[in-house]
Every structure is written in C-alpha cells, then in structure tokens.
C-alpha cells in the first residue's frame, strides 16, 4: 500500500494567457501539508512536484503516477494553473508551452485534455484515486469520468472508502481566480488550510476525508468569493476516502470549532462571546492564541464584505464622473466583478443603493425628519415607524411595520391571513418602503428584497420555485448551514435585530415580520420563514405593480 502525488503548478504562460503567480505558491503549500507527518503523512519520495512543465514532461508524469499501482494505493493529482474549454465544451489543463491562435481559439496539441486523464485513470489499477483541480471550468473534468468496478478489492479502514473522487474549484461553465493580495489561490487557501488545521475533521475521528475536505473548502471559499462554487464528484465511495489525519482533543482546534460554529455573518454575538470565553478559560489558551483563531476562521467573510465595499466605492466615483457609464466602462467593471468574486445579485443590489434616486431634502444633505413623505390612502399615520427606523430599532420598527400594514388593509383587529396583500394601496406601500431603504442606507426593504428574489431566477407569478425561494433565503439570511439535512430555515428570533443590523447583516434581511405567518409567541410556536413565500410574493408583486 502507497500514497503517491503529482502536484503540477502553472504560472508562466504563452502570450494570450495571462500568468498565475500564485499557481507555483499553491503547489509548494500542497507538498508542506502532505508530506507533513501529522498531516497527509505522505513520503517526500513519493510527492513528485513540477513547476511549469512543458507538455510532454506533464502527460508523462500524469501516465507515471497512474501506472504500475497496486490497487490499495492511494494516488492524487493536483492541479492549479490554467483550464480552458474547446468549442465543444471539453476541458484541457495547460502547461507553459500552451497557446492560442490569431482568433483566440485554443491550439488542442498544446494542452492536456481532460480525456486523456481519464484513460489513465482507467487503465491504472489504484482504486482509490482523487484529483484536485484548481482551475477555470474545472468542474467540467468529470464529464465523460466512468465507474471502474472489481468486486475482488479488500477496502481497508485506514484508506477509507474505494473509488474515485474529483474536487473542483469551480463548476463547468466558472472562472477561478487569484485571491487578491494572497500568495495562494482562493481554493487551494483553503484547501491547505482544512488539513494544515485539521479543522476539516468535522466528525472528530482524527482523519479528513475527500468530502469533508471538500466540505470545509467550499464553505471558506463561498464566504470570502460566492460567486466561486467549489464542486465534487464521486464515483463509488470515492468521497469517503481518507487523505490527511488531524489532531483529537487539540485545545486549539476545539476552539476553532467553537468558534466556526457560534460566527454569524462575520461577527460574534456577546452571547457566543460568553459561551466562547468560557471555552478559552476550560481550554487554557492565551488571550493572543485566541485572538488569532478568530481573525483567521472570520477572515473570508470580511473579505467578502471588503470586496463588495471596494466595488461599490468605484460604481459610486465612476457614476459622478461619468453619469452613464460607457460599454468601455461597463467591461471594465464586469472583469472587476470577476477579480472581486462578486456575484451577480451582489452587484445588482450595489446598483440599486447607488442609483435610487433621494425620497427627501434630509437625503440630499438636508434638513429633518419632519420633511418625509409620510402619505397615506388609508389614513395611516407612520411618524412611529419613521422614528423607529431614524432611531435604528429594526425590531421594533420590523413590528410596528407589521401593524402599519394590518391598518392600511383592514383594521387593527383582523387576522394577518386574511388580508389581501395583492389589494395593498401603492401609497402606503411606496410610504413603507421608501422608509426602510432610506434609513437603512439602500440595506432594507420590499423593494430590495425583490430585486434580490428577481436576481436569482425568482418570478413575479406567484408560484412557489423552491430553488429560487431557497437561494433567497441564503441571500438574505433567513436561511442558514448547520442543520442536520443541510442549510436551515430560521425562526423568527434568530433575525439579526441589533442597531448595528444595517452595517453586517444580508441585504434584504428586513422587513421579515410582515411576511410570517404567525408569530412566534410564548407558546413555543416555531414557524419559519421558509413557510411564508406566499406572503412575500405577494408584497414583491404589489412592489412591481405600484413601480417602487
């Protein structure tokens, strides 16, 4: 039984393709943490590095380490640099000979196609085989990749499931990229970092399979650049194959555990505070150790928001220079958004904050708040909700919220489910809404939820699309990771609530009492936003009808 890797790096590039620096990086932090003894615990003989290989050296190291294996050996291949796709989708890995035509198309014979890696994975007899690739369109490796059956293989414990696993930094149709200001790449960051750590060993039974390598990475990734969508592809029990051990019952580990579970959005509230300072004190680490856990577990998630910070502030300068901006311009941002890792809906809400025009002289660097427009068809008197929201009282502007629009349909005494939200009067509606955006700085309200549910592939058709409603919901955090079948609908008291809602909490995340369908009351009643879609269409339609 072997453990044996090819660890393959791209950074020098023909003309036509731009140079990876972090690529040569990556795969000097690969080699650090595999052949570390108390990590992959490979041997340093059996980890074979090649930096900006040309073809031939490339394909025939990949032939050399699929060849002449046992079928208990364990065998990877990494992957970072470049990956392109022909005109009929394939993907082919490139080296530092690969080039492109006049037209920009790719030259085939100067790549290694992904079919060509296939083979030799077919014909090798290792059985347990996993490949990492850090590359554009990646996730289109596993197409065409075929289960390899033979009944006759003893699975042993140690090396965990058999099969084949593929772990891609991107899905067939992405691009990846450098992490800004990074000496590695955002996936391999993270990849290294989940077996450096050993916080991939989310099952605490001291080893870091394929999927929960892959689980740790794509979560990290997702927090610091969402538009990248880290994938994995199994054949057999491919994803239960064991690549690294990890420390059990290490303080600083415990901690950094703690500290992934309790973290919200960037931040710890003063309850995880506490339940995290007890926790320091029964593990005895010091107050700098601490410190630096932290920083690192909540790193991604600030990065996220430096990013959407740094793209909102060039939309801003280069909408007061220009006005309109030009197709020229308008590239220039959509390669920002790229190197930013910025999502689609991320910038449609930038664009929305920065171009809604001002409701009143206050926006405008005026007076007071007296100045808002508070008009109502129903004779709805919305001063408290104003002040609410000029106060930053998000709860209780979110309750008074909730009553206002009680009274705008009905009377203060009738039950919320039944009213008619698709009869709400677009005066009060325009009223409500034009508060929360503009207290909120551009943060909160109908109207930005609905360009948000718009963005991921919602229709105003009153239709319940679970995919959409789902992607929402993670959007806007009502919708959060860690419950047993994946990602969670929250309940009404887990809302970010604070005064300092507007400044870190999801785009969209308020109104959200508006749109339950019952409170959750002393009774111990715990209805969940994902049961209320019904209710928020509704709103979003009256939103487009009433053109808020």
């Not at 696993?165 to 200001?181: D, I």
């Not at 993270?190 to 740790?216: P, Q, R, W």
């Not at 930053?392 to 919220?401: I, Y």
């Not at 308020?510 to 928020?536: H, M, N, Q």
Request: aromatic residues 8%.
């Amino acid at each position: 039984m072997a453990k044996l890797a090819l660890l393959i790096g791209i950074s020098d590039y023909q003309p036509g393709l731009n140079a990876l620096p972090s690529a040569v990086q990556d795969i000097k932090a690969m080699q650090r943490v595999l052949q570390h003894s108390e990590m992959g615990d490979f041997a340093n003989a059996d980890i074979t590095v090649l930096e900006n290989p040309p073809r031939q050296v490339m394909e025939e190291a990949i032939e050399t380490l699929f060849s002449g294996r046992q079928k208990d050996d364990l065998v990877l291949l990494y992957f970072s640099g470049h990956g392109v796709k022909d005109e009929a989708g394939r993907l082919s890995l490139t080296n530092s000979q690969t080039r492109k035509n006049l037209k920009g198309e790719l030259i085939q014979t100067t790549a290694t196609t992904a079919r060509f890696i296939h083979g030799m994975m077919e014909n090798s007899r290792s059985r347990r085989q996993v490949i990492i690739l850090d590359c554009c369109f990646s996730g289109a490796f596993a197409e065409g990749m075929k289960a390899k059956d033979d009944n006759s293989v003893d699975i042993k414990n140690q090396l965990g499931g058999e099969g084949r696993a593929v772990l891609t930094s991107s899905t067939s149709t992405q691009y990846s990229f450098e992490q800004v200001g990074s000496d590695l790449s955002v996936y391999t960051r993270y990849i290294v970092e989940g077996i450096e750590k050993g916080a991939a060993d989310t099952d605490n039974d001291g080893m870091i399979s394929v999927d929960e390598l892959h689980e740790y990475a794509r979560k990290k990734v997702q927090e610091a650049a969402p538009a990248m969508k880290p994938e994995i592809y199994a054949v057999r029990e491919g994803f239960k194959i064991k690549l690294a051990k990890a420390p059990v019952g290490d303080p600083q580990l415990v901690y950094r555990k703690e500290v992934e579970r309790w973290a919200r959005e960037g931040k710890i509230s003063d309850v995880s505070r506490r339940i995290l300072k007890r926790r320091q004190g029964e593990l005895g680490l010091s107050v700098e150790v601490v410190a630096q856990i932290e920083t690192e577990v909540l790193e991604p998630y600030r990065k996220y928001q430096a990013n959407l910070r740094e793209y909102e502030e060039a939309l801003a300068e280069a909408l007061q220079d220009e006005g309109t901006l030009s197709q020229h311009t308008q590239e220039e941002f959509k390669r920002l958004q790229q190197v930013l890792q910025l999502r689609d809906e991320d910038i449609a809400v930038i664009a929305a904050r920065i171009t809604t025009p001002p409701t009143s002289p206050r926006e405008r660097g005026g007076e007071q708040q007296n100045e808002d427009n508070l008009s109502s068809e129903k004779g709805v008197d919305y001063t408290k909700l104003r002040d609410l929201l000029a106060a930053g009282n998000w709860k209780d502007a979110d309750l008074e919220t909730y009553q206002v629009m009680i009274e705008a349909l009905g009377n203060k005494w009738m039950r919320y489910e039944e009213l008619q939200l698709l009869n709400f009067p677009c005066t009060d509606l325009c009223t409500i809404d034009r508060l929360w955006v503009k207290y909120s700085n551009g943060r909160f309200g109908f109207s930005v939820q609905k360009e948000i549910y718009l963005s991921v592939g919602g229709k105003l058709d009153r239709k319940y699309n679970k995919e959409a409603w789902e992607k929402f919901g993670d959007r806007v955090g009502w919708r959060v990771p860690g419950g047993w079948f994946g990602p969670k609908w929250i309940t009404y008291y887990q809302l970010t609530l604070d005064t300092d809602a507007h400044r870190y909490a999801h785009s969209g995340h308020l109104p959200a009492r508006s749109v339950w369908k019952r409170f959750v009351g002393l009774s111990g009643s715990i209805d969940t936003i994902d049961y209320c879609w019904e209710y928020s269409l509704d709103i979003f339609s009256c939103i487009e009808t009433c053109k808020v």
